[in-house]
C-alpha cells in the first residue's frame, strides 16, 4: 500500500486536497470518487511510495521502452485519431476507468507515433496527471482544442459525453475535407493525363513531321514553326539548351507546389495567399462556405462543452484555417471581453453572410449559442456539398475545352503546311 496526495472537485465544485491509501494510482481515483469527489490530480507522496508499487513501475517503464522506438515524422493521422476518440467515449460510457481504457486502446494499437503517443500518456495518468495534462504534452497529436474540451470534460464529470461530441465534430470535419479532395481528384487526373499524352506528342509526333515537311521544303506557317520549336524546346533540341524543357516542367510543377507551401509558412505569406484565396472566382466561395462551417462547428463544439466564451474564441481563431476569419475572431474577442456583442464585429467585417450574423445575433439574445453556431455549421456543410457538385459540374466541360483547344492547335498547325503540299502538287 502506498499513499497518494490528490487535489479534488466536490459536488459543489470547489477545490479540495487530501491523502488516500491504495495499492495503485488506479485504486486511488476509485476510492476518491467513492466519497463523491472528481480527482483533477492524484500523485504518489514522495518518500512513500511501497517497494511492491516501485517494483510494479519499474516493470511497467521496461515494457515501455520495449514497446517504443521507431522514428516518427509529421503528426497522428486525423483518421486514427478520430477513431481513439470515438473508442474511448464508448469504453468511458461502459464505466470503466480511465487508466484501464487508455491502457486497452494503447495495446490495440500498431507500432508507430500513436502507440508512442498513447504510452506517454498512460505514463502520465498513471503518475497522477489528468488526461487533458497528460495529452497536452503530446502536440503533435491532440491539438489545443482537442485538450480544452477534454479539460472541460474532466471538470464538468462529463468526459464520456464530451468525447463522444469531440468524435462527431472531428468526423464531419474530416467528411468535409474528404469531399472537397474527392472533388480535386477529377481534374487533377485530367491534368496529368493530357500533360502525359501533350509530352508523348513534342516527343515523337511532331519531330516525324518535322522531318517531312523538310523533305517537301514546303514553306511553313508561323503556327506550325511555333509548334516546332515548342518541341525542340521540350526535347532539348535547340542549340545552346542545356536542359530538355521536359525537365523544367516535371520538376517545375513540384517547386511551385513546395514553394507556394514555403510562403504560407510565413505570416506575410499566409495572410496574403488566404486573402486571395478568397477572392477567386467561384473556388473563393468554395474556400469561404468551408471556413465558416469550421469556425461554427468548432465555436459551437467548444461552447457546448463548457469552454468559457473568450477561451473558446481564440482557439477557434487559431484552428479555423484562414487568416482573414482568424483577425474577426480576435476582433470578436476584443468586443466581448470589453461587454459588446458577439455579431457586431462579424457584420463590420462582411466576411459572413447575413443569415449567419442574424442568427448568432438571436443565439446571444436567447443564450443558445451553441445549438444556434452547430445549425449554421450543418446549413453551411449542405452548401459546401452543393458547390464541390456544382464545381465538378463545371470544371468537367472546362476540362473538355481546353483540351479540345490544345488537340486542335496541334492537328491545326501540323495540317496547313499539308493543305500546301496537296496545293502545290496540284498546281505543278
Request: net charge positive.
Amino acid at each position: 500500500m502506498a499513499t497518494y496526495v490528490y487535489e479534488a472537485l466536490n459536488a459543489a465544485g470547489k477545490a479540495q486536497k487530501g491523502s488516500v491509501e491504495a495499492g495503485s494510482s488506479e485504486d486511488a481515483i476509485q476510492r476518491i470518487k467513492s466519497q463523491g469527489l472528481f480527482p483533477t490530480s492524484v500523485r504518489p507522496q514522495k518518500g512513500k511510495k511501497g517497494a511492491a508499487e516501485a517494483g510494479e513501475s519499474a516493470k511497467k517503464k521496461k515494457k515501455k521502452k520495449k514497446g517504443g522506438g521507431g522514428i516518427s515524422i509529421g503528426g497522428v493521422k486525423p483518421k486514427h485519431l478520430t477513431l481513439f476518440t470515438r473508442q474511448l467515449s464508448t469504453l468511458q460510457d461502459a464505466g470503466l476507468p480511465l487508466l484501464r481504457s487508455l491502457q486497452i486502446l494503447e495495446q490495440q494499437q500498431k507500432p508507430g507515433l500513436m502507440k508512442n503517443t498513447l504510452q506517454n500518456v498512460v505514463e502520465e495518468v498513471e503518475g497522477g496527471s489528468s488526461l487533458s495534462e497528460a495529452m497536452g504534452k503530446s502536440p503533435k497529436a491532440f491539438n489545443k482544442l482537442y485538450v480544452k474540451m477534454v479539460n472541460a470534460g474532466e471538470i464538468g464529470g462529463v468526459l464520456d459525453i464530451i468525447l463522444q461530441r469531440l468524435a462527431e465534430f472531428m468526423e464531419k470535419s474530416e467528411r468535409l475535407k474528404r469531399r472537397i479532395k474527392g472533388a480535386m481528384v477529377y481534374p487533377v487526373v485530367v491534368v496529368l493525363v493530357a500533360l502525359a499524352i501533350l509530352s508523348g506528342i513534342m516527343i515523337f509526333i511532331i519531330p516525324k513531321f518535322e522531318e517531312i515537311f523538310k523533305d517537301f521544303g514546303v514553306e511553313l506557317p508561323a503556327l506550325t514553326i511555333w509548334l516546332m520549336n515548342t518541341s525542340r524546346w521540350f526535347v532539348g533540341g535547340i542549340a545552346g539548351q542545356r536542359f530538355a524543357g521536359y525537365w523544367y516542367v516535371g520538376i517545375g510543377l513540384p517547386a511551385a507546389w513546395i514553394l507556394f507551401k514555403l510562403i504560407r509558412k510565413a505570416g506575410p505569406g499566409r495572410a496574403l495567399t488566404d486573402i486571395l484565396l478568397l477572392w477567386v472566382p467561384v473556388f473563393g466561395s468554395l474556400v469561404r462556405k468551408t471556413v465558416i462551417a469550421r469556425f461554427t462547428r468548432t465555436l459551437g463544439t467548444l461552447i457546448s462543452a463548457g469552454v468559457p466564451i473568450l477561451e473558446a474564441v481564440t482557439i477557434t481563431g487559431e484552428t479555423c484555417g484562414n487568416y482573414v476569419y482568424e483577425k474577426t475572431l480576435k476582433k470578436v474577442h476584443d468586443s466581448i471581453r470589453e461587454g459588446e456583442s458577439f455579431a457586431q464585429p462579424l457584420r463590420e467585417s462582411k466576411t459572413c453572410d447575413a443569415l449567419v450574423v442574424n442568427m448568432i445575433d438571436v443565439g446571444e439574445e436567447t443564450g443558445d449559442m451553441d445549438a444556434m453556431l452547430l445549425k449554421i455549421a450543418d446549413n453551411y456543410d449542405e452548401e459546401v456539398d452543393v458547390a464541390v457538385a456544382s464545381l465538378v459540374s463545371l470544371l468537367e466541360p472546362i476540362m473538355v475545352v481546353l483540351l479540345g483547344g490544345m488537340v486542335g492547335t496541334i492537328v491545326v498547325a501540323m495540317f496547313l503546311p499539308m493543305v500546301s503540299m496537296i496545293e502545290s502538287l496540284q498546281g505543278s
